[in-house]
């Protein structure tokens, strides 16, 4: 009878180790970037940025556009790398000394990059969703399933926004 005991509460020990493993092991998070593309260090967000600001702002006032962007992940596909992203821009200018702004624009973007001759990393083309109806089917086909949810329930822009206000006000020596 005491055998048995040991023997049950041994087999409770192993399969409550075995789970708790297992439930550590499935809920770490692993950055799925490094494997699948690559990192976007400092300076090449600033490219990305200057990209976004250049071919996707709509200078209306005759200002300077500024971006900034949150990335969702990378992905290499033969020589080219895929820079999935939510993208945020502004334009903004000066009107009687005063920080004024213009058009500008949120949502996200896929960016592509390529090496040139000096191996840096270049964008060479981008692709933005469908408007209207579609937007839904454009996401799903522009970008992997694993961004969706993200894209989809975007929250707010504010921590973008922000960002792009301090490197207008930067540029423009103006404070708040």
């Known amino acids: 009878m005491k055998k048995r005991k040991i023997l049950i509460a041994l087999t409770a020990l192993l399969v409550f180790t075995v789970s708790l493993t297992i439930i550590i092991g499935c809920s770490e998070k692993v950055d799925e970037t ?26 209306v006032r005759g200002g300077k556009a500024f971006a900034e962007h949150e990335l969702y992940g990378t992905e290499k596909k ?11 821009f502004k334009e903004y200018y000066l009107e009687s000394d005063k920080l004024k702004t213009g058009g500008g624009g949120s949502y996200p973007l896929v960016i592509v ?10 964008c060479v083309r981008h692709y ?22 993200a894209i989809f329930n975007r929250p707010d822009v504010d921590k ?3 960002l792009v206000e301090q490197k207008a006000r930067d540029h423009y020596n103006k404070e708040k």
């Open 34 to 59: 490094q494997d699948k593309g690559i990192e976007i260090d400092s300076e090449l967000k600033n490219i990305i940025n200057s990209y976004i600001a250049e071919n996707e702002a709509h200078l």
């Open 78 to 88: 033969d020589e080219e790398v895929y820079v999935y992203l939510w993208a945020y």
């Open 113 to 122: 990059l390529l090496k040139d001759n000096s191996e840096s990393y270049k």
């Open 128 to 149: 933005s969703p469908g408007d209207g109806s579609y937007y839904v089917p454009s996401i799903e086909d522009l970008f992997p399933e694993e961004y969706h949810e």
């Open 160 to 162: 973008l926004s922000s």
